[in-house]
Protein backbone atom coordinates (compact mmCIF):
# COMPACT_ATOMS: atom_id res chain seq x y z
CA UNK A 1 0.00 0.00 0.00
CA UNK A 2 1.80 3.45 -0.81
CA UNK A 3 1.79 6.37 1.54
CA UNK A 4 -0.77 8.05 0.03
CA UNK A 5 -3.66 5.15 0.09
CA UNK A 6 -2.24 4.73 4.14
CA UNK A 7 -2.93 8.16 5.19
CA UNK A 8 -6.17 8.26 3.27
CA UNK A 9 -7.32 4.98 4.20
CA UNK A 10 -7.00 6.24 8.00
CA UNK A 11 -8.92 9.32 7.67
CA UNK A 12 -12.34 10.26 8.49
CA UNK A 13 -12.88 13.43 6.78
CA UNK A 14 -15.01 16.09 8.83
CA UNK A 15 -14.03 18.69 5.99
CA UNK A 16 -14.06 18.97 1.74
CA UNK A 17 -10.33 20.59 2.69
CA UNK A 18 -9.67 17.84 4.69
CA UNK A 19 -5.83 16.70 3.22
CA UNK A 20 -6.47 13.22 3.84
CA UNK A 21 -9.70 13.11 2.16
CA UNK A 22 -9.62 10.52 -0.87
CA UNK A 23 -10.62 13.37 -3.12
CA UNK A 24 -8.02 15.33 -2.21
CA UNK A 25 -5.35 12.95 -2.80
CA UNK A 26 -3.78 12.68 -5.97
CA UNK A 27 -4.55 10.01 -8.40
CA UNK A 28 -3.27 8.81 -11.65
CA UNK A 29 -6.47 7.42 -13.85
CA UNK A 30 -4.89 3.90 -13.44
CA UNK A 31 -5.21 4.47 -9.94
CA UNK A 32 -8.29 5.35 -9.71
CA UNK A 33 -9.16 2.98 -11.74
CA UNK A 34 -7.50 0.33 -9.54
CA UNK A 35 -8.68 1.65 -6.62
CA UNK A 36 -12.43 1.20 -7.56
CA UNK A 37 -11.97 -1.71 -8.49
CA UNK A 38 -10.86 -2.91 -5.22
CA UNK A 39 -13.51 -1.25 -3.62
CA UNK A 40 -15.88 -2.80 -5.79
CA UNK A 41 -15.05 -6.46 -5.17
CA UNK A 42 -14.55 -5.20 -1.10
CA UNK A 43 -18.21 -4.70 -1.34
CA UNK A 44 -19.41 -7.68 -3.02
CA UNK A 45 -17.55 -9.83 -1.19
CA UNK A 46 -18.44 -8.46 2.24
CA UNK A 47 -22.29 -7.69 1.48
CA UNK A 48 -21.66 -3.76 1.18
CA UNK A 49 -19.04 -3.35 4.26
CA UNK A 50 -15.95 -1.36 3.40
CA UNK A 51 -12.81 -0.17 4.43
CA UNK A 52 -10.65 2.24 4.31
CA UNK A 53 -11.80 5.46 3.22
CA UNK A 54 -15.47 4.70 3.12
CA UNK A 55 -15.70 2.85 6.08
CA UNK A 56 -18.95 3.57 8.42
CA UNK A 57 -20.38 5.19 4.94
CA UNK A 58 -22.89 4.16 3.52
CA UNK A 59 -21.62 3.23 -0.03
CA UNK A 60 -23.72 1.76 -3.29
CA UNK A 61 -22.60 0.68 -6.42
CA UNK A 62 -23.83 2.44 -9.29
CA UNK A 63 -23.74 0.52 -13.48
CA UNK A 64 -24.48 2.59 -15.71
CA UNK A 65 -24.30 2.18 -19.53
CA UNK A 66 -21.48 3.84 -21.14
CA UNK A 67 -22.90 7.12 -23.51
CA UNK A 68 -19.96 6.27 -25.96
CA UNK A 69 -19.18 2.77 -25.38
CA UNK A 70 -22.36 1.03 -24.47
CA UNK A 71 -20.69 -1.24 -21.96
CA UNK A 72 -21.63 -1.63 -18.62
CA UNK A 73 -19.85 0.62 -15.81
CA UNK A 74 -20.02 0.16 -12.40
CA UNK A 75 -18.74 2.68 -9.71
CA UNK A 76 -18.61 3.12 -6.02
CA UNK A 77 -20.99 5.89 -4.63
CA UNK A 78 -21.75 7.09 -1.09
CA UNK A 79 -25.33 6.70 -0.80
CA UNK A 80 -26.77 10.02 0.64
CA UNK A 81 -30.24 10.72 1.61
CA UNK A 82 -33.20 13.00 2.02
CA UNK A 83 -36.04 11.48 4.68
CA UNK A 84 -37.03 8.23 1.92
CA UNK A 85 -35.37 9.87 -1.30
CA UNK A 86 -31.97 8.65 -2.11
CA UNK A 87 -29.59 10.25 -4.33
CA UNK A 88 -25.37 10.39 -5.57
CA UNK A 89 -22.99 13.68 -6.16
CA UNK A 90 -19.46 13.98 -6.85
CA UNK A 91 -16.53 15.87 -5.39
CA UNK A 92 -14.36 15.83 -8.89
CA UNK A 93 -13.69 19.33 -9.51
CA UNK A 94 -12.33 19.30 -13.02
CA UNK A 95 -15.03 18.04 -14.87
CA UNK A 96 -18.40 15.96 -14.14
CA UNK A 97 -17.93 12.22 -13.50
CA UNK A 98 -18.70 10.12 -16.64
CA UNK A 99 -21.65 8.30 -14.63
CA UNK A 100 -23.24 11.54 -14.75
CA UNK A 101 -22.84 11.67 -18.06
CA UNK A 102 -24.00 8.14 -18.28
CA UNK A 103 -27.34 8.77 -16.34
CA UNK A 104 -28.12 11.75 -18.53
CA UNK A 105 -28.03 9.29 -21.94
CA UNK A 106 -29.82 6.43 -20.46
CA UNK A 107 -31.39 6.88 -17.00
CA UNK A 108 -31.69 2.46 -16.57
CA UNK A 109 -29.10 1.75 -14.39
CA UNK A 110 -28.64 -1.32 -11.71
CA UNK A 111 -27.64 -0.37 -8.12
CA UNK A 112 -26.45 -2.52 -5.52
CA UNK A 113 -27.37 -1.89 -2.12
CA UNK A 114 -25.62 -4.08 0.60
CA UNK A 115 -25.82 -8.02 -0.27
CA UNK A 116 -29.19 -6.78 -2.88
CA UNK A 117 -29.18 -5.65 -6.38
CA UNK A 118 -31.83 -3.53 -7.70
CA UNK A 119 -33.28 -2.60 -10.95
CA UNK A 120 -33.23 1.14 -10.85
CA UNK A 121 -33.50 4.88 -12.82
CA UNK A 122 -31.40 7.47 -12.16
CA UNK A 123 -32.28 11.19 -12.92
CA UNK A 124 -30.21 13.89 -13.16
CA UNK A 125 -32.12 17.11 -11.64
CA UNK A 126 -32.50 20.27 -13.54
CA UNK A 127 -34.28 23.90 -13.68
CA UNK A 128 -36.59 24.53 -10.37
CA UNK A 129 -36.31 21.15 -9.23
CA UNK A 130 -32.61 21.03 -9.15
CA UNK A 131 -32.31 24.60 -7.31
CA UNK A 132 -34.80 23.63 -4.72
CA UNK A 133 -33.13 20.57 -4.22
CA UNK A 134 -29.07 21.83 -4.37
CA UNK A 135 -30.84 24.58 -1.21
CA UNK A 136 -31.33 21.68 0.86
CA UNK A 137 -28.12 19.95 0.06
CA UNK A 138 -25.81 22.86 0.95
CA UNK A 139 -28.51 23.11 3.87
CA UNK A 140 -27.54 19.88 5.73
CA UNK A 141 -24.38 18.27 3.84
CA UNK A 142 -21.26 20.22 5.20
CA UNK A 143 -19.11 18.37 2.86
CA UNK A 144 -21.33 19.00 -0.43
CA UNK A 145 -21.50 22.63 0.87
CA UNK A 146 -18.07 23.38 1.40
CA UNK A 147 -17.40 21.46 -2.22
CA UNK A 148 -20.18 23.61 -4.26
CA UNK A 149 -18.77 27.33 -2.54
CA UNK A 150 -15.25 26.11 -3.91
CA UNK A 151 -16.56 25.20 -7.77
CA UNK A 152 -17.78 27.35 -9.99
CA UNK A 153 -19.82 24.44 -11.79
CA UNK A 154 -22.90 23.33 -10.78
CA UNK A 155 -23.18 20.42 -8.03
CA UNK A 156 -23.88 16.79 -9.87
CA UNK A 157 -26.96 15.74 -8.31
CA UNK A 158 -29.10 12.71 -9.33
CA UNK A 159 -31.76 11.03 -7.68
CA UNK A 160 -32.01 7.42 -7.44
CA UNK A 161 -35.62 5.30 -7.79
CA UNK A 162 -35.44 1.61 -6.79
CA UNK A 163 -37.09 -0.98 -8.89
CA UNK A 164 -37.55 -4.36 -7.89
CA UNK A 165 -35.11 -6.58 -6.29
CA UNK A 166 -33.12 -8.57 -9.32
CA UNK A 167 -31.47 -10.78 -6.58
CA UNK A 168 -31.82 -9.91 -2.38
Known amino acids: ???????????????????????????????????????????????????????????????????????????????????EILYVSSFIEGKYP??????KADSRVTIELGSTTYHASARALEGAEYDEFVGWVVANNPLLAEYQAKVTRSLPLVVLELGKPIRP
Not at 6 to 13: L, R, V
Not at 35 to 55: C, L, T
Open 1 to 83: MSETESTASESNPTSYDDPDAPWNQEYSDAEIAHWNNGVIQEFRDNSGKVGGAYEGGELLLLTTTGAKSGKPHVVPLGLLRRG
Open 98 to 103: AWYYNV
